[in-house]
């Protein structure tokens, strides 16, 4: 896999996903139910695609925020 993703991107999808992850865990404000596991979902892509650097969905557009060629 070839990285997509430029240091500022996969910075801010790390500041997001810890902040879903403290929305849903910590804070106990989302409950139990669907929107919890969503929450939950979302928070794990974005720190998984911010720390291997390679998101799909921009692979699929064509988008590329990396410097390198």
């Not at 991107?9 to 929107?35: C, E, K, N, P």
């Not at 720390?51 to 969905?57: A, E, H, R, S, Y």
Request: proline share 1%; aromatic share 8%; hydrophobic share 55%.
């Amino acid at each position: 896999m070839t990285t997509n993703m430029g240091m500022i991107d996969r910075t801010l999808r790390l500041i997001v996903a810890a902040a879903l992850f403290y929305a849903a865990l910590v804070s106990q404000s989302l409950g139990d139910g669907g929107v919890y596991w969503v929450t939950i979902a979302i928070a794990t892509i974005f720190a998984v695609t911010a720390l291997v650097g390679t998101c799909p969905l921009y692979s699929l557009l064509g988008i590329k925020t990396s410097r390198t060629v």
